[in-house]
T-cell receptor, first 113, second 109 residues
Framework: ETGVTQSPTHLIKTRGQQVTLRCSSQ?????VSWYQQALGQGPQFIFQ???????GRGNFPPRFSGLQFPNYSSELNVNALELDDSALYLC????????????FGPGTRLTVT | LAKTTQPISMDSYEGQEVNITCSHN???????ITWYQQFPSQGPRFIIQ???TKVTNEVASLFIPADRKSSTLSLPRVSLSDTAVYYC??????????FGAGTRLTVKP
């Protein structure tokens, strides 16, 4: 059974640029959720994708967008990067939407300068 | 939206039972309560989930009183490797999921 993987591991971008982060869900899972975790804080829910449709969204602006592909892998896109976007971005996969048991990847550390 | 409140930190000794309480006064009818463990530089790891009463698995127990305004994660006989940050997550079927700020548990020899 393959776990959740994320790429890249680390990324440095300049303010105003755009970034795409990628996530491969655990085998058999059809739901992917994305979280932002600032240093020393708990993860903040960005959105969830279930069977290629957005299935819930947290309090993040529209410049945070996502996609889920037929193989249930997912992308998180952030436009017009701001310094405060610097954080660990976590992807979690689960079964059938909802707030159920989630399996997290190791995260992508994004630094915006 | 249910906001969660947890103690910032707790200390314990090896072999002791540890209880971490999370307050979620505004929990909604459809909300589930889930606890995760996180080590430095890793993603959170699922521990246990419940809706009401008591749930037990091979690593922990979760106690939820009838009013569901709080929940308590119980870790039996902790070891040094249980030193981590523990998060309480309240979420509903509309997928508005809120992590608490986390409780940093330090287990001492």
């Amino acid at each position: 059974e393959t776990g959740v993987t994320q790429s890249p591991t680390h990324l440095i971008k300049t303010r105003g640029q755009q970034v795409t982060l990628r996530c491969s869900s655990q085998s058999g899972h059809n739901t992917v959720s994305w979280y932002q975790q600032a240093l020393g804080q708990g993860p903040q829910f960005i959105f969830q994708y279930y069977r290629e449709e957005e299935n819930g969204r947290g309090n993040f602006p529209p410049r945070f967008s996502g996609l889920q592909f037929p193989n249930y892998s997912s992308e998180l896109n952030v436009n017009a990067l701001e310094l405060d976007d610097s954080a660990l971005y976590l992807c979690a996969s689960s079964l059938d939407g909802g707030p159920y048991e989630q399996y997290f990847g190791p995260g992508t550390r994004l630094t915006v300068t | 939206l249910a906001k969660t409140t947890q103690p910032i930190s707790m200390d314990s000794y090896e072999g002791q039972e540890v209880n971490i309480t999370c307050s979620h006064n505004n929990i909604a009818t459809n909300d589930y309560i889930t606890w995760y463990q996180q080590f430095p530089s890793q993603g959170p790891r699922f521990i246990i989930q419940g809706y009401k009463t008591k749930v037990t698995n091979e690593v922990a127990s979760l106690f939820i009183p009838a009013d569901r305004k709080s929940s308590t994660l119980s870790l039996p006989r902790v070891s040094l490797s249980d030193t981590a940050v523990y998060y309480c997550l309240v979420g509903d079927m509309d997928n508005d999921m809120r992590f608490g700020a986390g409780t940093r548990l330090t287990v001492k020899p």
